[in-house]
């Protein structure tokens, strides 16, 4: 190779290390932008295990048609998924058997319902609804669409004087409609998987479940305060969930089990330590 050759080539190598450089420090710079920031935090919010603190998110917007009441009165709740072009949403994925699961609670964590409606042609969910006491009440459409799932809440008032409640103490053991569930778990602390495990009896002797939503039994964790929605997920043959609690603090579990063909539930205050 003669030496201006051997120069030529030094160049072209130059050109292509600092042709490098300067697209790392493109890409470097974009990070610090500020909207690549927000998105990358987006990101770690997705993966957080709360959900149901917005009425829009992943590009869902939840649209209650009504979002007042009469207290102890039945009637037709009705509301739609749209999309981010502002365009109800017709395909969702089933989720424990289910492709909406609509949980009402007053915001004293009282007034426990879950309901599946039933989508019409234009998108819109409709179920018949009555909430007994007068109060706010959270709504929360828990879904999924194109893979993503997502819980959406906005609240309904319900007009009259309201009457509110503490939260329970936390026990063990709850009796509904006749039941004993009684609540076994380890050591509860923010953010760690924690297993939550039930056994219902009756007169002192194990009732035989049967299968609801896919499992033996379906769970619902409101945190106090915000209601933030928890997902928990079931062991598809026992009474056994995993949940993991985001932080320290005191949390309503509202797990449901059907006996003879029908659908029970049992609340549980949940602390959970740092
Ligand atoms: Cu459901």
């Known amino acids: 190779m003669t030496a201006p050759v051997k120069l030529a080539a030094f160049a072209a190598v130059l050109a292509v290390v600092f042709g490098a450089a300067a697209l ?23 993966a957080d295990p709360v959900r149901g603190l917005a ?26 998924i749209l999309d981010k072009d502002g365009r109800p949403v ?32 234009e998108g819109t969910w409709t179920t018949p609804v009555k909430l007994l006491q ?10 999924s669409a194109d893979g993503t799932p997502t819980t959406l809440a906005d609240d309904v008032q319900v007009d009259g004087p309201v009457r509110s409640h503490e939260l329970p103490a936390p026990v063990k053991t709850a009796a509904t409609d006749g039941f004993r569930v009684r609540l ?5 602390r923010a953010g760690e998987e924690s297993e939550l495990r039930f056994a ?15 499992a033996k039994g379906h769970l619902v964790a409101l945190r106090q305060g ?9 062991d598809a043959s026992s009474l056994r969930f995993e949940a993991t609690f985001p932080n320290a603090g005191s949390y309503r579990l ?15 205050t949940q602390e959970v330590s740092r």
């Open 200 to 214: 219902v009896t009756r007169d002192g002797r194990s009732v035989p479940l049967q299968d609801y939503l896919g």
């Open 90 to 121: 017709r395909d969702f994925d089933l989720e424990h058997t289910k492709r909406m699961h609509l949980i009402l609670v007053r915001r004293d964590l009282t007034g426990f319902q879950h309901l599946h409606p039933v989508l019409g042609a």
């Open 55 to 80: 009425v829009s998110e992943n590009g869902f917007t939840l649209d209650l048609a009504r979002r007042t009441a009469r207290p102890d009165t039945t009637f037709r709740l009705a509301f739609r």
């Open 134 to 143: 007068s109060g706010t009440y959270r709504v929360f459409a828990d879904f």
């Open 254 to 268: 509202f797990l449901q089990f059907k006996v003879a063909g029908r659908v029970h539930t049992a609340a549980f």
């Open 184 to 188: 076994t778990d380890g050591a509860v």
């Open 24 to 46: 790392a420090g493109g890409a470097v710079g974009r990070f610090h932008d500020p909207a690549a920031a927000a998105a990358d935090k987006g990101m770690n919010m997705a």
């Open 226 to 234: 915000d209601l933030a929605f928890l997902h928990v997920h079931p």
